[in-house]
């Protein structure tokens, strides 16, 4: 877990969604007993596609797709039926007023989950024109495959174990007015130069890392699901004798 804990930059919740989906499954798979005959593994498949859209006050606008396989899918649903359940876990723990229009939508016949949301204080203004945002764990290794002005196109295929694959697809598009555009592979950010308007307070400017709280209660969320199926409520102590009955 201390692992995960270290995501605390990335801006994005199909990461949590991702987390949260694997520790189930995991935690199912591994109480099932091998049958002594060797049999391929099932191979849970998992597409996430993010678009941030950032505006010039540091806002973001970021819409997320994550698609199953058929199996990864039936798993998800019978575990989170209906989907509020799954909602309930992403809900943030902390500052619930940096994310706003927060939904999650599945489309069942496409065996895909969508979420929209905005995000204020995606991108970080450090001072004198420079802007800041974490787009990946440090040490990620999140691939930059593409950039063309101001949008920069990322990718990754994450292995865990033998059981899961995870293809993550991210556009972060920036402000059009966006200068000197480098991307920080070794610490997940991208920087960039860009004006502040004269009215802006930097009091007003969030810190990123926000969806930090959807990953940290997702996180938080994930031994509490694990046990959801081992929990069993202590009964409750016999009652007292009754008293003697006098002669």
Request: proline share 9%; with cysteine.
């Amino acid at each position: 877990m201390g692992g995960m804990l270290k995501c605390r930059k990335v801006v994005g919740v199909s990461l949590a969604i991702i987390l949260l989906f694997i520790a189930f499954v995991g935690s199912v798979s591994h109480a099932q007993i091998r049958p002594p005959t060797v049999q391929p593994p099932t191979v849970y498949e998992i597409q996430g596609v993010r678009t941030i859209n950032v505006l010039d006050t540091g806002v973001a606008e970021v819409k997320e797709e994550i698609k199953f396989s058929a199996q990864a899918y039936i798993a998800f649903k019978k575990d989170y039926n209906p989907l509020s359940t799954f909602v309930r876990e992403l809900e943030p723990r902390t500052n619930p007023e940096q994310i706003e229009n927060l939904s999650i939508n599945a489309d069942d016949a496409n065996n895909k989950l969508t979420a929209t949301y905005t995000l204020l204080g995606a991108a970080v203004y450090k001072g004198n024109g420079l802007w800041e945002i974490g787009i990946a764990e440090p040490g990620g290794k999140l691939t930059l495959t593409a950039q063309h002005g101001n949008t920069l196109v990322f990718a990754n295929v994450y292995g865990v174990g033998e059981d899961y694959k995870l293809m993550e697809t991210v556009t972060v598009n920036l402000p059009a007015g966006a200068k000197n555009v480098k991307y920080r592979e070794d610490e997940g950010k991208i920087t960039y130069e860009l004006s502040v308007n004269a009215g802006a307070s930097s009091d007003n400017m969030m810190y990123a890392g926000i969806v930090l709280m959807l990953i940290g209660g997702a996180i938080i969320a994930v031994p509490n699901m694990k046990k959801r199926g081992e929990y069993r409520p202590t009964p409750p102590p016999p009652p007292p004798p009754p008293p003697p009955v006098s002669s």
